[in-house]
């Protein structure tokens, strides 16, 4: 599993959309 907290966090859902998206 990935371990996220903080902006990390943000990030990491960030990410996520982007892949969706494309």
């Known amino acids: 599993e990935i371990q ?3 902006d990390t966090s ?3 859902h ?3 959309a982007i892949h ?3």
Request: hydrophobic share 50%.
């Open 4 to 6: 996220v907290d903080g």
């Open 10 to 12: 943000s990030l990491w």
């Open 14 to 16: 960030i990410a996520r």
């Open 20 to 22: 969706k998206l494309e």
